[in-house]
């Protein structure tokens, strides 16, 4: 395990006697990480389906219809009432606690969109029907990975810009 330098260790301790700077951090961790489980959290597909004695996992593979003994062999609707019926007769379904993906919209609603806060779309739906707390969770995890991509890539390229003016003009 590699050791912390003591003048590093004292940076450290001076940042958390700042007790706001601190939190701030172990705040935005938590919801860094959320974003990266924004699948596991809202999802439009069931995380594990058990149907017919045979396991599946929509989350990772695309299954058709006709695996869930639908006529057609087109990749799976698992919001279609008919499937969800199929898979609630003849097994269950795991399900993400937030049932919408950042592109899926809640056909099902009886409200006009944008939606106030329901038990199906804790903060609502957009003007488009889109769950608000999916797209929030899945354009975090956007944002953030931008903004730590385009700060390495920023790093690596002011050091090498830093070593090319003393390279060319000696």
């Given at each position: 395990m ?11 301790a ?11 951090l ?8 959320l ?68 592109n ?18 804790w ?16 354009g ?25 003016p ?5």
């Amino acid at each position: 395990m590699p050791r912390i330098s003591p003048v590093n260790q004292a940076r450290w301790a001076r940042f958390r006697h700042n007790r706001r700077g601190y939190w701030s951090l172990w705040i935005f961790a938590v919801l860094f990480v959320l974003s990266l489980c924004s699948e596991l959290i809202a999802n439009d597909k069931p995380l594990l389906v058990h149907f017919n004695e045979r396991w599946y996992v929509p989350v990772l593979n695309n299954y058709s219809e006709s695996d869930f003994g639908g006529p057609f062999a087109t990749p799976a609707e698992y919001q279609d009432p008919w499937l969800r019926q199929q898979i609630d007769q003849h097994g269950w379904a795991l399900w993400a606690p937030i049932r919408f993906g950042a592109n899926s919209i809640n056909f099902a609603t009886t409200t006009p969109f944008p939606s106030p806060p329901s038990t199906q779309n804790w903060l609502g739906t957009d003007a488009n029907g889109g769950d608000v707390l999916a797209r929030i969770l899945y354009g975090t995890r956007i944002s953030i990975l931008f903004g730590l991509m385009l700060t390495l890539f920023s790093s690596v390229m002011g050091r090498g810009g830093r070593c090319r003016p003393g390279l060319l003009w000696r």
